[in-house]
Nanobody, 125 residues
């Protein structure tokens, strides 16, 4: 398994921005599909965005146009820039890695086997 650690969660007012950072061990970022997921209280974890080994992003419809996923191979990090945040974006956000594939199969959590500890994002109205 890869070691993943998230940074950058916090509280912001509606319309504000936050950037999440996922620091990964080894060559995880360069070689594998990486993803961001979020979990609302009492709900299953849902996919937010993925990025494959060559940098191709995919987004959930709910965040398309507001969130941007990117990565830096040299820093072994994946980022989630979240703009125009709304109260419904309040959740725990998780970084994830699919160590079996260089491409991303989709936003389903079943494709991802390594997870970070999560970062709380709270958006107030």
């Amino acid at each position: 398994q890869a070691r993943l650690e998230e940074f950058g969660g916090g509280s912001v007012q509606a319309g504000g921005s936050l950037r999440l950072v996922c620091a990964a061990s080894g060559n995880t970022v360069s070689l594998n599909c990486m993803g961001w997921f979020r979990q609302f209280p009492g709900k299953e974890r849902e996919g937010v965005a993925t990025i494959d080994s060559v940098g191709t992003p995919k987004y959930a419809e709910s965040v398309r146009g507001r969130f941007v996923i990117s990565k830096d191979h040299a820093k072994k990090s994946v980022y989630l820039q979240m703009n125009n945040l709304q109260p419904e974006d309040t959740a725990v956000y998780y970084c994830a890695a699919n160590l079996a594939n260089t491409y991303c199969r989709g936003l389903n959590r079943v494709y991802f086997g390594s997870w970070g500890q999560g970062a709380q994002v709270t958006v107030s109205s």
